[in-house]
T-cell receptor
Protein backbone atom coordinates (compact mmCIF):
# COMPACT_ATOMS: atom_id res chain seq x y z
CA UNK A 1 0.00 0.00 0.00
CA UNK A 2 1.04 3.57 -0.64
CA UNK A 3 2.65 5.28 2.35
CA UNK A 4 1.35 8.66 1.23
CA UNK A 5 -2.26 8.49 0.14
CA UNK A 6 -3.64 11.25 -2.04
CA UNK A 7 -7.33 11.77 -2.59
CA UNK A 8 -9.09 12.08 -4.83
CA UNK A 9 -7.08 10.41 -7.60
CA UNK A 10 -8.78 12.60 -10.17
CA UNK A 11 -11.05 15.57 -10.13
CA UNK A 12 -13.07 17.44 -12.73
CA UNK A 13 -14.43 20.83 -11.70
CA UNK A 14 -16.18 23.71 -13.38
CA UNK A 15 -14.14 26.88 -13.74
CA UNK A 16 -14.69 29.14 -10.75
CA UNK A 17 -15.34 26.33 -8.28
CA UNK A 18 -13.25 25.64 -5.20
CA UNK A 19 -11.58 22.29 -4.63
CA UNK A 20 -9.49 20.44 -2.09
CA UNK A 21 -6.88 17.70 -2.48
CA UNK A 22 -5.75 15.69 0.51
CA UNK A 23 -2.50 13.94 1.35
CA UNK A 24 -2.51 11.51 4.28
CA UNK A 25 0.29 9.66 6.00
CA UNK A 26 0.43 7.03 8.72
CA UNK A 27 3.64 8.58 10.03
CA UNK A 28 4.65 12.05 11.14
CA UNK A 29 5.61 14.27 8.23
CA UNK A 30 8.78 16.31 8.59
CA UNK A 31 8.90 18.08 5.27
CA UNK A 32 5.73 18.05 3.20
CA UNK A 33 5.94 19.30 -0.38
CA UNK A 34 3.32 20.13 -2.93
CA UNK A 35 4.23 20.12 -6.61
CA UNK A 36 2.28 20.65 -9.79
CA UNK A 37 3.07 18.86 -13.03
CA UNK A 38 1.76 19.09 -16.54
CA UNK A 39 1.56 15.57 -17.93
CA UNK A 40 5.02 14.31 -18.94
CA UNK A 41 6.72 17.55 -18.00
CA UNK A 42 8.76 18.85 -15.08
CA UNK A 43 7.66 19.52 -11.52
CA UNK A 44 6.72 23.00 -10.42
CA UNK A 45 7.30 23.67 -6.73
CA UNK A 46 4.22 25.08 -5.00
CA UNK A 47 4.83 25.01 -1.27
CA UNK A 48 6.64 23.31 1.55
CA UNK A 49 5.21 22.83 5.04
CA UNK A 50 7.16 21.75 8.06
CA UNK A 51 5.37 22.78 11.23
CA UNK A 52 2.13 21.40 12.63
CA UNK A 53 -0.72 23.79 11.90
CA UNK A 54 1.32 25.65 9.30
CA UNK A 55 -0.56 27.22 6.41
CA UNK A 56 0.87 28.83 3.29
CA UNK A 57 -0.73 30.54 0.34
CA UNK A 58 0.39 31.38 -3.15
CA UNK A 59 -2.06 33.23 -5.35
CA UNK A 60 -5.25 31.16 -5.16
CA UNK A 61 -3.64 28.03 -3.74
CA UNK A 62 -3.49 27.38 0.00
CA UNK A 63 -1.86 24.41 1.68
CA UNK A 64 -2.08 23.37 5.30
CA UNK A 65 -0.40 20.77 7.48
CA UNK A 66 -2.50 19.53 10.38
CA UNK A 67 -1.40 19.77 14.00
CA UNK A 68 -0.45 16.10 14.16
CA UNK A 69 1.63 16.52 10.99
CA UNK A 70 0.01 13.51 9.35
CA UNK A 71 -2.29 15.14 6.86
CA UNK A 72 -2.00 18.02 4.45
CA UNK A 73 -4.64 19.63 2.29
CA UNK A 74 -4.26 21.76 -0.82
CA UNK A 75 -7.12 24.10 -1.53
CA UNK A 76 -7.68 25.99 -4.77
CA UNK A 77 -10.11 28.91 -4.71
CA UNK A 78 -12.01 29.95 -7.83
CA UNK A 79 -10.29 27.41 -10.09
CA UNK A 80 -9.11 28.39 -13.57
CA UNK A 81 -8.08 26.30 -16.59
CA UNK A 82 -4.47 27.18 -15.77
CA UNK A 83 -4.80 25.15 -12.56
CA UNK A 84 -5.25 21.95 -14.54
CA UNK A 85 -2.52 19.34 -14.15
CA UNK A 86 -1.27 16.70 -11.76
CA UNK A 87 -0.76 17.65 -8.12
CA UNK A 88 1.78 15.65 -6.16
CA UNK A 89 2.49 15.62 -2.46
CA UNK A 90 5.90 14.47 -1.27
CA UNK A 91 7.36 13.80 2.15
CA UNK A 92 10.99 14.05 3.13
CA UNK A 93 12.62 12.37 6.10
CA UNK A 94 10.02 9.63 6.01
CA UNK A 95 12.21 6.85 7.40
CA UNK A 96 15.55 8.62 7.33
CA UNK A 97 16.84 12.03 6.27
CA UNK A 98 17.63 10.79 2.77
CA UNK A 99 14.38 9.12 1.81
CA UNK A 100 11.71 11.07 0.01
CA UNK A 101 8.40 9.55 -1.04
CA UNK A 102 5.49 10.82 -3.12
CA UNK A 103 1.79 10.21 -3.30
CA UNK A 104 0.27 8.80 -6.50
CA UNK A 105 -0.84 12.22 -7.65
CA UNK A 106 -4.21 13.88 -8.24
CA UNK A 107 -5.18 14.76 -11.80
CA UNK A 108 -7.20 17.95 -11.99
CA UNK A 109 -9.27 19.04 -14.98
CA UNK A 110 -10.96 22.44 -15.00
CA UNK A 111 -13.80 22.86 -17.46
CA UNK A 112 -14.22 26.37 -18.90
CA UNK B 1 20.62 31.10 -12.72
CA UNK B 2 20.21 28.44 -10.02
CA UNK B 3 19.20 25.20 -11.68
CA UNK B 4 19.41 21.45 -12.02
CA UNK B 5 20.23 20.24 -15.51
CA UNK B 6 19.79 16.78 -16.97
CA UNK B 7 21.10 15.31 -20.20
CA UNK B 8 19.89 13.97 -22.45
CA UNK B 9 16.27 15.08 -22.27
CA UNK B 10 15.12 12.28 -24.55
CA UNK B 11 16.78 8.95 -25.26
CA UNK B 12 15.75 5.87 -27.21
CA UNK B 13 18.06 2.91 -26.81
CA UNK B 14 18.15 -0.86 -27.12
CA UNK B 15 18.19 -3.54 -24.47
CA UNK B 16 21.61 -4.12 -22.96
CA UNK B 17 23.37 -1.01 -24.26
CA UNK B 18 24.94 0.82 -21.31
CA UNK B 19 23.88 4.42 -20.87
CA UNK B 20 24.42 7.33 -18.50
CA UNK B 21 22.04 10.16 -17.70
CA UNK B 22 23.88 13.14 -16.30
CA UNK B 23 22.62 15.47 -13.57
CA UNK B 24 24.31 18.67 -12.51
CA UNK B 25 23.41 21.43 -10.05
CA UNK B 26 25.00 24.85 -9.58
CA UNK B 27 23.69 25.63 -6.10
CA UNK B 28 26.39 23.92 -4.02
CA UNK B 29 23.75 21.54 -2.65
CA UNK B 30 24.78 18.64 -0.44
CA UNK B 31 21.84 16.36 -1.26
CA UNK B 32 20.98 14.92 -4.67
CA UNK B 33 18.57 12.19 -5.69
CA UNK B 34 17.08 10.35 -8.66
CA UNK B 35 13.46 9.37 -9.31
CA UNK B 36 11.50 7.56 -11.93
CA UNK B 37 7.90 8.33 -12.75
CA UNK B 38 5.52 5.76 -14.19
CA UNK B 39 1.78 5.98 -14.81
CA UNK B 40 -0.19 4.79 -11.81
CA UNK B 41 2.93 4.44 -9.67
CA UNK B 42 3.86 8.06 -9.15
CA UNK B 43 7.38 9.23 -8.44
CA UNK B 44 9.66 6.65 -6.85
CA UNK B 45 13.11 7.30 -5.47
CA UNK B 46 15.95 5.31 -7.06
CA UNK B 47 19.08 6.52 -5.23
CA UNK B 48 20.09 9.48 -3.15
CA UNK B 49 23.34 11.05 -2.04
CA UNK B 50 23.84 13.00 1.16
CA UNK B 51 27.30 14.24 0.13
CA UNK B 52 30.32 13.49 -2.03
CA UNK B 53 31.14 9.76 -2.02
CA UNK B 54 28.00 9.02 0.05
CA UNK B 55 25.19 7.29 -1.82
CA UNK B 56 22.32 5.11 -0.67
CA UNK B 57 19.44 3.13 -2.15
CA UNK B 58 15.96 4.51 -2.47
CA UNK B 59 12.88 2.40 -3.05
CA UNK B 60 13.66 1.07 -6.55
CA UNK B 61 17.46 0.80 -6.98
CA UNK B 62 17.59 -2.50 -8.93
CA UNK B 63 19.21 -2.12 -12.33
CA UNK B 64 20.71 1.29 -11.58
CA UNK B 65 24.04 2.63 -10.37
CA UNK B 66 25.06 6.10 -9.29
CA UNK B 67 28.23 7.88 -8.31
CA UNK B 68 29.00 11.15 -6.53
CA UNK B 69 32.61 12.02 -7.18
CA UNK B 70 31.97 15.76 -7.23
CA UNK B 71 29.42 17.79 -5.33
CA UNK B 72 27.71 19.20 -8.40
CA UNK B 73 27.28 15.98 -10.41
CA UNK B 74 25.22 12.87 -9.78
CA UNK B 75 25.03 10.64 -12.87
CA UNK B 76 22.58 7.75 -13.17
CA UNK B 77 24.03 4.69 -14.87
CA UNK B 78 22.08 1.87 -16.48
CA UNK B 79 24.64 -0.88 -17.11
CA UNK B 80 22.26 -3.14 -19.04
CA UNK B 81 18.97 -1.37 -19.69
CA UNK B 82 15.80 -3.40 -20.07
CA UNK B 83 12.35 -2.40 -21.40
CA UNK B 84 10.95 -2.17 -17.85
CA UNK B 85 13.28 0.77 -17.30
CA UNK B 86 11.39 2.80 -19.88
CA UNK B 87 10.26 5.75 -17.82
CA UNK B 88 10.49 9.47 -17.11
CA UNK B 89 13.49 10.20 -14.88
CA UNK B 90 14.00 13.20 -12.63
CA UNK B 91 17.04 14.38 -10.75
CA UNK B 92 16.70 16.70 -7.75
CA UNK B 93 18.95 18.52 -5.31
CA UNK B 94 18.53 20.35 -2.04
CA UNK B 95 20.62 22.20 0.49
CA UNK B 96 20.99 19.46 3.08
CA UNK B 97 18.65 16.45 2.88
CA UNK B 98 15.16 15.26 1.93
CA UNK B 99 13.54 17.67 4.41
CA UNK B 100 14.69 20.86 2.69
CA UNK B 101 13.27 22.33 -0.49
CA UNK B 102 13.89 20.07 -3.47
CA UNK B 103 14.90 21.53 -6.82
CA UNK B 104 14.00 19.26 -9.74
CA UNK B 105 15.59 18.95 -13.14
CA UNK B 106 13.46 19.04 -16.32
CA UNK B 107 13.31 15.26 -16.69
CA UNK B 108 14.72 12.66 -19.08
CA UNK B 109 12.36 10.49 -21.07
CA UNK B 110 13.99 7.11 -21.66
CA UNK B 111 12.67 4.43 -23.98
CA UNK B 112 14.35 1.01 -24.03
CA UNK B 113 13.33 -1.24 -26.93
Amino acid sequence: SQELEQSPQSLIVQEGKNLTINCTSSKTLYGLYWYKQKYGEGLIFLMMLQKGGEEKSHEKITAKLDEKKQQSSLHITASQPSHAGIYLCGAGGYSNTGKLIFGQGTTLQVKP
Amino acid sequence: EAQVTQNPRYLITVTGKKLTVTCSQNMNHEYMSWYRQDPGLGLRQIYYSMNVEVTDKGDVPEGYKVSRKEKRNFPLILESPSPNQTSLYFCASSLSDSRTEQYFGPGTRLTVT
